[in-house]
């Protein structure tokens, strides 16, 4: 990476900041604008939200910081040896510090209604559906998304300038599918940010349902990047992810 490690920390910090507040934020827009109840149709337009934001942050803060916004993602590429270990701590960090202020910001525009509205945007497991379903959905929606980033910003034979569009795309085919069940986080810092804003500022908050947001993320993120790697054989990591920034910068 040509940018220090503080640039790309405080880029991670913004980019995911953002992912929350409007993606996020568009579910909290949906729920007060539909009275507490969100259509099929309304899913669509969350997802399209977040298939926005991403793109942009992606063109945005990729050539900086590869975009990860994601503890998943920054597990998944360090487990495949396309970035380094020894700063996978630290970019968690910083993704879980810019979820929280994008949670707090949600509240900031919407006021003490975000708090009751799905915990300021929060993910829970939809009525009807068990904890191991929702585990395996957020698992299966990280993989898809882990596949496309490995295929469109890691590996070197993808066309370049097409990343962001269709990982964003990606984000949202996958909340279209999994949003009913367990409201399609895909991310343990999404889900973290709003959870804590909810916290802090007073309102109650599932904690209890936290740990699908972890595990089915990232046990998802690195089956799918080691599945990637073995079957497209891409090339050899030799910048790490550098490499995935410079196709992104195209």
């Given at each position: 990476m040509t940018a220090g490690l503080g640039r790309r920390l405080v880029a991670e910090a913004i980019g995911t900041m953002l992912l929350v507040l409007f993606g996020a934020g568009a579910l909290v827009a949906a729920i007060l604008v539909g009275k507490g109840y969100v259509t099929y149709a309304g899913v669509g337009i969350i997802g399209l939200s977040f298939a926005i934001v991403v793109a942009a942050v992606i063109y945005m803060f990729g050539p900086v910081s590869g975009a990860h916004i994601n503890p998943a993602v920054t597990i998944a590429l360090a487990a495949v040896r396309r970035f380094p270990w020894a700063e996978v701590l630290p970019y968690i960090l910083v993704q879980l510090i810019g979820a929280l202020c994008g949670g707090l910001l949600i509240n900031a525009i919407f006021g003490s209604a975000a708090l009751t509205a799905n915990y300021s945007g929060g993910t829970v497991v939809q009525t009807g559906h068990t904890s191991l379903q929702a585990v395996i959905a957020e698992g299966l929606?990280?993989?898809?998304?882990?596949?496309?980033?490995?295929?469109?910003?890691?590996?070197?034979r993808a066309p370049h300038g097409w990343a962001g569009l269709i990982?964003?795309?990606?984000?949202?085919?996958?909340?279209?599918?999994?949003?009913?069940?367990?409201?399609?986080?895909?991310?343990?810092?999404?889900?973290?940010?709003?959870?804590?804003?909810?916290?802090?500022?007073?309102?109650?908050?599932?904690?209890?349902?936290?740990?699908?947001?972890?595990?089915?993320?990232?046990?998802?993120?690195?089956?799918?990047?080691v599945s990637y790697v073995f079957v497209a054989r891409p090339a050899p990591a030799g910048q790490q992810q550098g490499t995935a920034a410079r196709k992104l910068a195209d």
């Open positions: 929606g990280t993989a898809l998304l882990l596949l496309a980033i490995m295929a469109m910003a890691v590996d070197t990982i964003g795309l990606v984000v949202a085919g996958e909340i279209m599918v999994i949003g009913p069940i367990s409201n399609g986080s895909i991310n343990p810092a999404r889900t973290f940010g709003p959870y804590s804003a909810t916290a802090i500022l007073g309102g109650a908050t599932p904690w209890h349902e936290y740990w699908i947001y972890v595990v089915g993320p990232i046990v998802g993120a690195v089956v799918a990047a």
